[in-house]
């Protein structure tokens, strides 16, 4: 496979379309750079109680995508999935506290009154849910204290939502995100991560039009079905689904053509004429109803045909030959823990930094990246930090033996 696009095409084309996805965030990703794993449809499935995704894998960009109608409209389609167009979205908690949601102080006072998870959850589902005599309320405590007064209004308040959803042939979905940010120590975040799931056993037990999604990192999750009863955390592990960015074969191997997708999703939706240029190279490229354009089966998810297509950037070989490895497995492998994560952004990180050094070290190479770049990407201090971010645990275990190197004595 070749490019036809000039060098220096390809080059500005990498560049400006790297330097934008990295410019955004899971809440700042425009649209039209909304990329859909197939690995990832699982989580947007209603039943799916629990989303598990460690950092950097997506739980944020999914539950705002679920309450953006725009971006929900486009899951639905590409995934075809009409019912999440009948379903609205409303957030618990995340990432952006507001008025409809308790902030980390409010949870430690109400934490250290004595107030159960579930009844803390309850009172906050409800409110984002409009109940009139919890809207009317100004503060949790006078919320919490409602409810508490009133045992019986989480039963009339539920039994009212699902006829009106009914009627409406609607969705209720009620989605936790941002659990990291629920206290300081862990293990009271923990603690109130059990009242959330508590509450999801009770919507998906009592109603068939009201659900709710916790996005939770796995190890949390861990700690907290520790304070659900037993008999429910088998029926919460099973209605659990994974992000993820690569799938295991039956040789127990992990492919990465969901990054690759990813990369080459950026690159054909970039607003420029190289965007424009390179769909060109494959006439069968799309344009879907949103405007965002969707590459071929081949490059989207086919091993081969994406080798084919990165070496035409960066070279087959991290050498002069095989034995010096793949450009095209090269990333993926140094990049993943231990446990076989990879998330995009170092990935993502890794590329723009062996661009930049490319144009600056070897500018007269005949292709944009040059394997010796690639290479000495993955040490670089700026995907260091990309990893920490991605992977916060690798600081905490690294600094220890920085402060035993002989080199810091």
């Not at 425009?30 to 997506?58: F, I, K, N, Q, W």
């Not at 849910?129 to 919890?134: A, C, Q």
């Not at 009242?195 to 009201?210: D, E, F, K, P």
Request: aromatic share 8%; glycine share 8%; proline share 7%.
């Amino acid at each position: 496979m070749s490019l036809t696009l000039p060098i220096v095409e390809l080059r500005t084309l990498l560049h400006d379309a790297l330097s934008a996805a990295l410019a955004s965030d899971a809440l700042t990703l425009p649209a039209s750079l909304m990329y859909t794993p197939d690995v990832h449809r699982p989580a947007l499935y209603l039943e799916s109680t629990v989303v598990r995704g460690r950092p950097g894998e997506g739980k944020t960009f999914w539950a705002r995508a679920l309450t953006d109608p725009q971006l929900r409209t486009i899951a639905a389609r590409e995934y075809r999935m009409p019912r999440l167009e009948r379903t609205e979205a409303i957030t618990a908690f995340g990432t952006q506290p507001d008025a409809g949601q308790p902030t980390a102080g409010e949870l430690r006072a109400l934490t250290g009154w004595g107030v159960q998870p579930t009844v803390l959850w309850s009172a906050v589902a409800l409110t984002a849910l409009g109940v009139p005599d919890l809207a009317a309320l100004t503060t949790w405590t006078e919320r919490v204290d409602w409810l508490t007064r009133n045992p019986g209004a989480t039963e009339r308040s539920l039994a009212e939502f699902e006829a009106t959803a009914r009627i409406t042939d609607t969705v209720r979905l009620v989605l936790f995100d941002a659990l990291d940010q629920l206290h300081p120590d862990r293990m009271l975040a923990e603690h109130l991560a059990s009242g959330m799931l508590n509450l999801a056993v009770t919507l998906s037990r009592r109603t068939t039009r009201l659900r709710t999604k916790v996005f939770i990192r796995p190890d949390m999750l861990d700690g907290a079905l520790t304070g659900v009863p037993r008999p429910d955390r088998g029926f919460l592990t099973g209605r659990a689904a994974d992000l993820s960015w690569g799938r295991s074969d039956y040789l127990g191997r992990t492919g990465r053509t969901e990054l690759y997708g990813l990369f080459i999703h950026l690159l054909g939706n970039h607003d420029s004429a190289e965007a424009a240029a390179f769909r060109a190279a494959w006439p069968t490229w799309e344009q879907s109803q949103d405007g965002r354009f969707l590459a071929p089966s081949g490059l989207n998810g086919v091993p081969r045909i994406q080798e084919e297509f990165f070496t035409a950037l960066a070279g087959r070989f991290m050498g002069t030959n095989a034995r010096n490895g793949y450009t095209y497995s090269f990333l993926p492998n140094r990049l993943q823990d231990a446990l076989g994560t990879i998330t995009p952004r170092p990935f993502l990180t890794a590329l723009a930094t062996a661009l930049e050094d490319t144009g600056r070290r070897h500018p007269g190479h005949d292709r944009p990246l040059h394997h010796d770049d690639l290479r000495n990407s993955v040490r670089c201090g700026a995907l260091a930090i990309e990893l920490h971010r991605a992977l916060p645990w690798v600081r905490l275990t690294m600094e220890p033996l920085h402060a035993a190197s002989p080199a810091t004595s």
